[in-house]
């Protein structure tokens, strides 16, 4: 996933690909349909040097890599705007609970196999988990 290169890649960047980085990362929503040249007048830096980042993380050239981006925007609004099967209980819980599953669904499709697997070493060894909730999951946090 491209997130996931860009945070694995993110220390061997240089100054403007790490500005390209930051940029994608928190705003990949608007990066999605800029044109590298675009891109680049965007913060300011050289489109040659857009072009050596989306090689950098492995892509052929620009294309490869903003269709890369696209398709997280893309997966994002048919989560969004695909009906979810309502549960056939009327009970706000069920219905509260089925739609957090939704969420962490979505949630998981922004993390690679990889990266799980590595956070789950991570926290099978820690010593401590703190888990904090506040509002609705506090009673949650509570119980585990």
């Not at 990889?114 to 888990?131: C, H, K, M, T, W």
Request: no cysteine; net charge positive.
């Amino acid at each position: 996933m491209i997130l996931e290169k860009i945070r694995r890649l993110y220390p061997l960047l240089t100054k403007s690909q790490k500005r390209l980085a930051d940029f994608v990362t928190i705003s990949y929503r608007e990066a999605a349909f800029m044109t590298a040249s675009r891109l680049a007048r965007r913060l300011p830096v050289n489109e040659a040097t857009v072009i050596r980042f989306a090689q950098r993380l492995g892509y052929s050239g620009y294309p490869d890599f903003i269709q890369d981006v696209q398709a997280i925007v893309h997966a994002e609004l048919r989560a969004r705007y695909e009906p979810e099967p309502v549960p056939d209980a009327q009970d706000p819980l069920l219905i509260m609970l089925h739609k957090e599953i939704g969420a962490l669904e979505r949630a998981a499709s922004h993390i690679s196999p990889e990266l799980a697997s590595e956070l789950q070493d991570i926290v099978g060894q820690a010593r401590r988990i703190f888990i904090i909730g506040q509002g609705i999951s506090a009673p949650l946090a509570h119980l585990f």
